[in-house]
């Protein structure tokens, strides 16, 4: 597994502090944030692929600031976004993963190989020449992921990858994730994902407030809530 | 391309995207310069030659023919009033040809062969021009306009909701709002995948 450090982070979006002086060290291989919406969940989670650089502190993985080596951390960090819509820059499916997959020096057999594998794995063989955008919901939160495995990332970064998804869709990729040999990081208010990784963070107010295995990190963000 | 793409294994299908692309432009400008109705006729044969070979069926083929008939609706009668009938029997020939010879590419080539042939196209300029990043931003257009369309449909759905009429401008702002959102996300999805070089 990796090690993603948080050194001192903090962070404001002009006024208002979103992160306040975070200290974390993640090296389990199943994590799963949680806490109230605002909290500074989607922030943390985007500032271990870079997408937002903190004001203050660093953020490291395997040693690599994430802030100065961008490039390099991406192709380690995969990040799965709430809408697999957005997702989704090529016309038709088979394309999409394969894109994932330019610039980096493959033969084109080579991409048509492994792209055919990821489709395979994530069952959208069949999909494969259609028009992407006309896949169901749950299909392309599959397409997503299979585009974003299909470079072999070393982390997987998902901010609510199933809340848009009905409950049999969200189990299917909470499946996925299961399986997974990569290290992943899920934020979610789906709870019930969590049950059996391996900690899990809750986040309230920009702040670390309980950090635990699942069934207390759990029970803590129930009283926080009640 | 744009989503119309027709999956097959044709030789129309294998053959090389730049070289569709060549004979595409050679045989739009061909079609444009003909002057004899014969020279029409043989390039129309040619053209439906190269569906059969294809296989495309005849609905897709249809599909992208058909917007150009109301052009001719209006056209027609108009070049018939000013310059007579053959000059627009022509006119009428010339444009179906070309339309559906175009068609007939976007039907059996697919966006990533397209990206590449501008690769190829572009290589020679390299050093002003960096062709992947306009294959690119060519593949992120034709992706974007699927999008637009469904925002669109669910601006009118959530406007019909609410039982709101109104204006052109009270349908326009939404949807460019909501256009702007989505393209911001596809950009930093495609910085997250580290595409964005
Ligand atoms: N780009 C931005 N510009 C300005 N403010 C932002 C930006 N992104 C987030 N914020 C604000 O920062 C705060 C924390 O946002 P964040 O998205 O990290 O919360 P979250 O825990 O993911 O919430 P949710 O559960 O609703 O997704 C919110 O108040 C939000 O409005
Ligand atoms: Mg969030």
């Known amino acids: 597994m990796s090690r993603i450090v948080f050194d001192g982070v903090s962070h404001s979006f002009g006024e208002r502090r979103v992160l306040a002086d975070v200290d974390l060290v993640l090296s389990e291989r199943r994590i799963g944030i949680i806490g109230a919406n605002g909290s500074g969940k989607s922030t943390l989670a985007r500032m271990i692929n870079g997408l937002v650089a903190p004001d203050t502190g660093r953020v490291t993985v395997d040693d690599a600031d994430v802030a100065r080596k961008a490039k390099e951390i991406r192709r380690k960090v995969g990040f799965i976004f709430t809408n697999p819509d957005n997702q989704i820059v090529m016309p038709t499916v088979q394309e999409d993963v394969a894109f994932s997959l330019r610039r980096r020096g493959l033969a084109p057999a080579e991409i048509a190989l492994r792209t055919a594998a990821a489709l395979e794995r994530f069952g959208l063989a069949a999909h494969a020449e259609h028009p992407a955008h006309r896949l169901s919901g749950g299909q392309k939160q599959l397409l997503a992921l299979a585009a974003v495995l299909v470079g072999e990332p070393q982390i997987i970064v998902a901010d609510e990858p199933t809340t848009l998804l009905d409950a049999r869709n969200a189990r299917e990729i909470a499946g996925l994730f299961r399986e997974m040999t990569q290290q992943v990081i899920v934020v979610t208010h789906q709870l019930e994902l969590l049950e059996d990784f391996d900690r899990v963070i809750v986040i309230d107010e920009g702040r670390v407030v309980a950090d635990d295995a699942p069934s207390v990190a759990l029970d803590a963000y129930r009283g926080l809530l009640a | ?197």
């Open chain 2, 1 to 197: 391309m744009i989503g119309f793409y027709f999956a097959g294994t044709s030789v129309v299908h294998r053959a090389p995207a730049i070289l569709k692309l060549l004979l595409l432009s050679i045989g739009v400008v061909g079609v444009g310069l003909a002057r004899e109705p014969w020279q029409l006729g043989a390039a129309a044969l040619a053209v439906a030659a190269l569906f059969v070979i294809a296989r495309v069926p005849v609905g897709a083929v249809w599909q992208q023919v058909a917007p150009i008939l109301w052009l001719l609706l209006i056209a027609v009668p108009l070049q018939a009033l000013l310059a007579g009938w053959i000059v627009a029997a022509m006119m009428t020939g010339r444009l179906l040809v070309a339309v559906a010879l175009a068609a007939l590419f976007t039907l059996t080539t697919t966006v990533t062969a397209v990206l590449e042939a501008f690769r190829l196209i572009l290589r020679p300029f390299e050093r002003w021009i960096d062709g992947d990043r306009v294959g690119l931003l060519v593949a992120l257009t034709i992706r974007c306009i699927p999008l637009v369309a469904e925002i669109v449909k669910d601006v009118l759905d959530a406007r019909r909701a609410r039982g709101a009429q109104g204006s052109l401008l009270a349908l326009a702002v939404p949807v460019v709002v909501r256009s702007l959102y989505a393209a911001d996300a596809i950009g930093e999805s495609l910085v997250a995948r580290g595409l964005d070089d």
